[in-house]
């Protein structure tokens, strides 16, 4: 089993880490460049896209996590790591990763409905819908032809995409007891599930 990290600069990382392990992964916090040698894939959890944005510079991570993603680390970004991943953020004025071809917009359900709980449908996690838990969440604008829509609200808008290696939500599902997002994570980590040229997944039998 590989090593995955969960950035643990500030938001829900004790809560993914934790779900990671009750999947049998060897899973850890990682807080420092140093840190992210040798890992099979990487969580960027929930929390404060600005705070986490900012912690990142201060801490060297960017160019390092850059390089790595690039060379195909797999990354799981959920809610303000789904923001830190995009290309391009409506509402935050900060540079985000730019790893994914996905646009998004920052706290993009309003105050009125900041956190709201759907239950979705998801494809590849099999027929029983998956219990979203979102809080002050984004959605997708736009994303690019590599990318795959994994889970769409009843109102249209995308909340879950996949672009080869690069998973992200806009919900937390490190907050419910459902781990089959983790468990889908940890197959890419694996290398077990390749997305073909037209973005439909395949398993690598
Ligand atoms: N609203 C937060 C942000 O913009 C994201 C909220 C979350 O991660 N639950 O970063």
């Known amino acids: 089993m590989k090593k995955v990290g969960v950035l643990a600069l500030q938001g829900g990382f004790v809560e993914h880490i934790a779900a990671l392990r009750r999947l049998g992964a060897e899973a850890f916090p990682v807080r420092l460049p140093a840190e992210l040698e040798g890992l099979g894939g990487l969580v960027i959890p929930g929390g404060e896209s600005i705070t986490i944005g900012k912690l990142m510079k201060e801490y060297h991570l960017v160019d390092e996590l850059n390089r790595l993603i690039a060379d ?4 799981f970004g959920t809610c303000a790591g789904m923001i830190l991943l995009a290309e391009r953020v409506f509402g935050l004025d900060q540079q985000p990763l730019g790893a994914m071809h996905v646009q998004v917009r920052r706290n993009a359900f309003g105050r009125q409905v900041d956190s709201f709980e759907s239950d979705l449908e998801v494809p590849v996690l099999g027929q029983s819908p998956f219990h979203a838990v979102f ?4 959605w997708i604008v736009r994303v690019g032809k590599s990318v795959e829509i994994l889970a769409t609200l009843p109102d249209g808008h995308p909340v879950a995409a996949r672009e080869e290696s690069l998973v992200a939500t806009a919900f937390h599902p490190e907050l ?5 997002f983790h468990d889908y994570f940890l197959t890419i980590v694996d290398g077990e599930l390749e997305a073909n040229p037209h973005g439909r997944l395949r398993t690598n039998e």
């Open 72 to 75: 195909g680390l797999p990354v």
């Open 135 to 138: 809080i002050r969440a984004p």
């Open 176 to 180: 419910t007891t459902d781990l089959r």
